[in-house]
């Protein structure tokens, strides 16, 4: 008789080939993985169609980690959200609501709605960072009460990007637009207008 069992993170004992005066035998199943399991019984090389399921439940609460790390965005603009999760030892997520968890920049200011307290799931989500003056070499300390802090991965906040027309070129050319971290004056926009519509773009028109 052997065992198999479904998911990750499984440490499983099989047990004796024999059975006991019973007709019983007696394996150990142990997972760092919370989640449902299926187990698959073989008998002298056949499964048999039982296959009874096993849920793992995470540990106790022990720790907060990124889940969603901070990433490199223009300044001025909102990142993509950043997630702090609180977790056992394992890495389970654990379902802890009402949990205060707050964000220190490692230099200069952090813009957004913080701190965020998590939801039922045990995750603080922070959708509306951003940082305002250009930066490189960030990143962001997570705190909350009863865990130890943990920094997330190193980001930068650069220019923003403009592209301005150049004059002499044609419109339909690469060579006619020049990237700029500038924001292109307001004449450049209007001969712009007037190129594309072949007149003079009036200021109450555009």
Same mark, same amino acid.
């Given at each position: 008789? @052997?065992? %198999?069992?479904? +998911?990750? +993170?499984? &440490? ?7 059975? $006991?005066?019973?007709?019983? &035998?007696? %394996? ?10 299926? &187990?698959i019984?073989? =008998?002298?090389?056949?499964? &048999?169609? @039982? *296959?009874?399921?096993?849920t793992? =439940? ?15 965005? /223009?300044?001025?603009?909102?990142? /993509? ?6 977790? $056992?030892?394992?890495?389970? @997520? ?20 913080? /701190? *965020? ?24 300390? !997570? ?12 980001? $930068? ?12 070129? !044609? ?7 020049? *990237?700029s971290?500038?924001?292109? @004056?307001?004449?450049?926009? #209007? ?12 200021? #109450?028109?555009?």
């Open positions: 008789m @052997a065992l %198999a069992v479904s +998911g990750l +993170g499984n &440490i499983l004992t099989q047990p004796s080939s024999i059975t $006991d005066v019973n007709g019983q &035998i007696t %394996a150990t199943l142990a997972s760092t993985v919370a989640e449902a399991k299926t &187990i019984v073989t =008998v002298d090389g056949t499964v &048999i169609n @039982a *296959q009874p399921t096993v793992f =439940v995470p540990g106790p609460a022990t720790q907060i980690a990124f889940t969603s790390q901070p990433v490199t965005t /223009p300044v001025g603009v909102t990142m /993509p959200a950043v997630v702090v999760q609180i977790e $056992d030892q394992a890495g389970n @997520a654990v379902p802890q609501s009402g949990a205060t968890v707050t964000l220190a920049l490692s230099a200069g200011t952090l813009s957004g709605t913080n /701190p *965020q307290l998590t939801d039922a799931n045990g995750k603080a989500t922070f959708n509306d960072l951003s940082i305002p003056a250009i930066s490189s070499g960030l990143y962001l300390t !997570a705190s909350a009460a009863g865990f130890s802090p943990v920094q997330s991965s190193v980001f $930068d906040a650069p220019p923003k990007i403009f592209y301005k027309l150049n004059n002499t070129s !044609a419109l339909n050319l690469p060579a006619s637009w020049t *990237q971290s500038e924001v292109p @004056a307001r004449p450049v926009h #209007r001969r712009l207008m007037e190129s594309v519509y072949g007149n003079q773009c009036q200021r #109450r028109h555009c």
